[in-house]
């Protein structure tokens, strides 16, 4: 591979290797709050859906699996635009998505929200989504189960 810039570092990840030296490496939790809002009061009847080959979609316009939405909407969370959710069951395969609505989403999924305007979420909705970080997925869910037994 051709190197496309001038002096490299160690990133001290082994899976990451050497990065371009103006590089900075930062935990998610950094970039991004998670936010737990409930919708209650409810703010929106706007359902969002979440799936690996479309991302964030409204609900009312699925044509499969429509049963699988509870009425009370206050039981679920609030996803806002630029917000990145992410299916806590299904980040392995990539049900992550960004939501360019504001609507409701399953409890058990994650959404998390930039904590600056100029964070450029396609970028991290792309990276969260890259399948070396879903081996990582895999690894922890890995290491959680051995721990749990």
């Keep these: 591979m051709e190197n496309r810039y001038d002096k490299y570092k160690d990133s001290g990840i082994a899976w990451i290797g050497e990065i371009p030296e103006h590089w900075n490496l930062a935990l998610v939790k950094s970039i991004f709050n998670r936010r737990t809002k409930k919708n209650n009061p409810i703010l929106t009847e706007e359902r969002l859906s979440l799936s690996i080959e479309k991302g964030v979609t409204l609900y009312s316009e699925k044509t499969t699996n429509l049963d699988r939405f509870k009425e009370d909407f206050t039981q679920y969370q609030i996803a806002y635009p630029?917000?990145?959710?992410?299916?806590?069951?299904?980040?392995?395969?990539?049900?992550?998505?960004?939501?360019?609505?504001?609507?409701?989403?399953?409890?058990?999924?994650?959404?998390?929200?930039?904590?600056?305007k100029n964070?450029?979420?396609?970028?991290?909705?792309?990276?969260?989504?890259?399948?070396?970080?879903?081996?990582?997925?895999?690894?922890?869910?890995?290491?959680?189960?051995?721990?749990?037994?």
Aim: aromatic residues 14%; proline residues 3%.
């Design 82 to 116: 630029n917000d990145i959710v992410l299916n806590s069951m299904n980040m392995i395969v990539g049900a992550i998505g960004i939501s360019h609505y504001l609507g409701c989403v399953s409890p058990v999924y994650y959404v998390i929200a930039p904590k600056d």
């Design 119 to 149: 964070i450029n979420v396609n970028y991290y909705g792309y990276l969260l989504n890259n399948f070396r970080i879903r081996n990582l997925y895999a690894e922890f869910n890995l290491q959680m189960q051995q721990n749990s037994d």
